[in-house]
């Protein structure tokens, strides 16, 4: 016996990320996901800090270096989505919204003519 009408949950997957608009990408996960990366950045920063006073001075210059370019990269992240959500994602909504409204419009036609050729036949 076949079982019709079940779906894989992969295929579901795609198939509702295909069909479903797209969507703005979120400054506010970003800054969250850099937050937990700075705080793991300063862990390791702790754990490889030298006993040594004149070495622990240099290390901490050297964290400072890769403290600033941390920041850096957040601030080029910002950038990147504010180019995506302003320039990218205005143009994949209206191709979403043409093609879903076009399978909406090819849909009403085939139950239109389903329905025709049920009244007729």
Known sequence: MERTGQMNGTLQTRLSARLSPPT???YWKTTVWWFLGLLALWFVAIA????NAHKAK???RECVWIA??????LVFLWLFIWRYNHRVFPIQH????VRSCADAAEDDADQLGESRLIANG
């Open 24 to 26: 703005k990408m979120s």
């Open 48 to 51: 490889l800090m030298p006993q």
């Open 58 to 60: 240099e290390f901490s």
């Open 68 to 73: 600033d370019a941390y920041a850096a990269a």
């Open 94 to 97: 209206r191709r979403w919204t």
